[in-house]
Nanobody, 129 residues
Framework: QEQLVESGGGSVQAGGSLRLSCAAS????????MAWFRQVPGKQREGVAC???????NYADSVEGRFTISRDIADSTLYLQIHNVQPEDTGMYYC???????????????????????WGQGTQVTVTT
């Protein structure tokens, strides 16, 4: 069964680095695009980064330059590298996958949560100062 399982969260001091992983079963090699989302209590889930089928990436302005999304197709793993973590990066991080339609360009990915069909259970990141 296809599933997404996040790991790598925890407590990190501001200014440090963290790498989140998502065991992505068949999604990384299949006809999907994928994304990382962040959610804090009382706020909407925010798409912070996505990666298209051809590897094209897209980032939210708030994380551009500090977050890097990548994937290892051989290991079926999606990653989110976070550098210079900031207190506002605190939240639950989810990976998600969306099957690409035949009409969707291979370079396209979305950071809109309603577009995604498959979700992991999340991993918590807490930034301390």
């Amino acid at each position: 069964q296809e599933q997404l399982v996040e790991s790598g969260g925890g407590s990190v001091q501001a200014g440090g680095s963290l790498r989140l992983s998502c065991a992505a079963s068949e999604f990384t090699a299949g006809d999907y695009y994928m994304a990382w989302f962040r959610q804090v209590p009382g706020k909407q889930r925010e798409g912070v980064a996505c990666i298209a089928k051809d590897g094209t990436t897209n980032y939210a302005d708030s994380v551009e330059g500090r977050f890097t999304i990548s994937r290892d197709i051989a290991d079926s793993t999606l990653y989110l590298q976070i550098h210079n973590v900031q207190p506002e990066d605190t939240g639950m991080y989810y990976c998600a996958a969306r099957r690409r339609s035949p009409y969707t360009s291979v370079w396209f990915c979305s950071r809109t949560s309603s577009n995604f069909q498959h979700w992991g259970q999340g991993t918590q990141v807490t930034v301390t100062t």
